[in-house]
């Protein structure tokens, strides 16, 4: 039997772990500069430019369905594309998580019709990939759209063409930031009275209604304001004039096709998410629930649907920066997101890399801000073990 | 042996080679043969020895084919037929240099790009030159650096519209979103064209036809701005269940100047100068009426500047009795090249008529593509 050694002897340096985790690391990291220099070298010895001032210059073209000139720079030319990504990501992200949360709970449904077309939409969409969702999406609506002449309208709700669709949608009627100010200030007062009613709720353990109450302040306090300043906001309904739609909101085809074709795809494997995050909570909560006399309903309501939203988070999250990220598939239909503008910006005679590297840095504050925020609301959620 | 010991063995093995590899890929020259070439280059003008020295003139004549960029999509200059050939106006100049620097015709290595991607592959080394319906500008020249040749067409910017629309010129169009490609001058032309027209239009850029095409039959844009050339390849292959070419009409007014011609690299100018001379051979043959057909008499003509140009030995003109050898003109080429061009693929006027001609369905006249002396551009310098 081997005795041990006395306290106060180190092993040698080259068997010391402290010694060899430190020595590791500086070689990994010696590793990565050499390789980034040595990278770097070569693209210098082939005349690669690194001067970013061609953001300054003049782009010398336009954007279709945006306000962009080509007197603008281009930087803004860059901007208005990542303006284009983040207005689909956004109310794409919306989109498939309303969409895919709803499908997800359909396929666990006792309705044998209800599982089995939800089981087909996720089966299906979740194996092709996302670019041919998109391109036959817009191939399709290239087929059955009319051209602009002859758009079909639907009473100043919709305007349905193979160039522009319009929405109708709000828009200043004279007092807008006043209404948004009023609408801001009934917010926080709608909070503060759920937060009181919840209060009171745990106090005194009789219901009291937190949501009731703190929405109907809201919406008491946006009646009141929506007659007091006299209509700030009026409906605005979209018109097709010669031959672009005039009023509501204008969408190009490309925005259309692009946002239809992401949200079909990602909300399939939100729907998956959903689904496994339900099947996640252990079944002695479900039983246990019932065994406390709640009605399905309020079972799903306060056992199980909180248990699977903070399993669900992090995998969403995922999937919110996947859709971000694909928006550039949209360079197959002439959506102008961001990195076709880079490319355009790219064969209009700029530096490549320069441009690549800054539409690479814009990803990456788009994606990072998604990931913080998830990481925010992950810390927030996760279950605290003793 | 203990689990941590090994991982931590395994660790540092995978590190070690990890760094090896690196130093190792110094040796992989391939970036760095690139910037040889353009170093050297800058000092020398070498030319002279028969066949070329250590720029891309020796290389291609010691691989033995031609890497040439080109079009896949326009009717008329770079297709691809049926048979998975390359067919064209420029497909056709690439067979040319290929003749002058190789003497084989068909000793060519097509590689299909796109708008954006050409220049960069023309950098990057893949292809030898670039013969792809390009305009010569002075950003190209610049920033691009590029090397632009003699024009083998000049063409100007056109726009197409269906022909039961109700436009009749670009004023015609505010408010109307035109499809363009990008990466081209077309697209900042066209910025340039709505300006002056006073006009607002909204462009909408697609990667290649192939995408622009159904976007333009569905209606999604009321008008396609391109080359003239390029509107003309379209429209004659414009499919019948569409209408046909008669349901297509290009506006004759021409927003721009686009000179279209073969691009070499910046740098190695005695690869320029080849591609060059073999490029000005196919005018200059057309100008002393030399066809693929009469250019065997022609190597025994009594013209002493054709007897010249194709590269025979001539009367020396101090001797009558002397023959002087045949000119070495320092290109770094056969001294016969030009027989080999015209021989293999033929005159300016014979590539024209085959590819672009009033006989074709593109249906182009000569108009300033032209002899100088028929009133037209194209004036080769003297070989001599």
Known sequence: MATTTATGTRPPLWRDVRVLRVAFQVAVLAAVVAFASYLYDNLRANDVSFDFGFLDQQAGFGIAYTDLRPSDTVLDAMLTGLRNTLTVALVGNVLTLVLGTLIGIARLSGNWLVRRAAGVYVEVLRNIPPLLVIIFVNSVALSILPPIQDANEFGGLLVLSVSELGVVSLADGGNAEAFAVLLLAGLVAALAVSWWRRRLEDRTGAPAHQWVWGGGLLVAVAVVGYVALASPVVLSHPEVEGLSVVGGARMGLPYVAVLVGLVLYTSSHVAEIVRGSILAVPRGQTEAAGAIGLSPVQRLRHVVLPQAFRIATPPIINQFLNLTKNTSLGVAVAFAELLRVTNTVIGNGHPAVPAILVAMGLYLVVSLAISLVSNVAHHRLRLVER | ?384
Do not use: H
Not at chain 2, 328 to 341: E, I, M, Q
Not at chain 2, 356 to 382: H, I, K, M, S
């Open chain 2, 1 to 384: 042996m203990p689990r941590r010991t090994r991982t931590r063995r395994v660790t540092i093995v995978l590190v070690a080679l990890s760094l090896f590899a690196a130093a190792c890929s110094d040796d992989d020259d391939s970036n760095g043969a690139a910037a040889d070439g353009n170093g050297d280059e800058e000092a020398a003008g070498t030319g002279g020895e028969g066949g070329g020295g250590d720029g891309l003139l020796g290389e291609v004549q010691d691989r033995g084919t031609l890497q040439c960029g080109v079009n896949e999509t326009v009717p008329g200059f770079g297709l691809v037929d049926e048979q998975g050939e390359f067919a064209g106006f420029d497909i056709e100049y690439c067979r040319a240099v290929a003749a002058a620097v190789l003497g084989d015709a068909e000793a060519v290595e097509f590689t299909a790009l796109d708008a954006e991607t050409r220049f960069t592959a023309l950098q990057a080394g893949d292809i030898d030159v670039l013969i792809r319906n390009t305009t010569w500008t002075s950003s190209r020249d610049g920033t691009e650096n590029s090397r632009f040749l003699t024009t083998t067409f000049y063409d100007g910017q056109g726009m197409m519209v269906s022909a039961d629309s109700a436009f009749q010129s670009i004023a015609d169009m505010d408010g109307t979103t035109i499809c363009v490609l990008s990466g081209t001058t077309t697209e900042l032309n066209l910025a340039t064209a709505a300006a002056g027209a006073g006009i607002d239009i909204e462009p909408l850029t697609f990667p290649d036809n192939e995408q622009l095409q159904p976007a333009f039959e569905a209606g999604q844009c009321q008008g396609w701005t391109s080359d003239k050339s390029q509107l003309a390849g379209v429209r004659s292959a414009w499919p019948d269940d569409q209408g046909g070419p008669e349901a297509l009409r290009v506006f004759d007014e021409t927003y721009s100047k686009e000179p279209l011609g073969p691009v070499v690299l910046d740098g190695d100018d005695e690869w320029a100068d080849a591609v060059n001379w073999a490029v000005i051979a196919t005018i200059q043959a057309e100008e002393f009426a030399i066809t693929s057909d009469n250019v065997e008499e022609m190597t025994t003509s009594d013209n002493l500047d054709i007897l010249r140009f194709l590269g025979q030995p001539f009367p020396d003109p101090e001797d009558p009795e002397a023959e002087a050898p045949p000119l070495d003109a320092g290109l770094g080429l056969d001294a016969d090249f030009a027989v080999n061009v015209i021989s293999q693929v033929g005159n300016y006027g014979e590539i024209y008529d085959r590819n672009v001609g009033p006989d074709t369905p593109l249906g182009l006249e000569r108009g300033v593509n032209a002899l100088w002396t028929e009133g037209g551009l194209l004036y080769p310098p003297p070989y001599r």
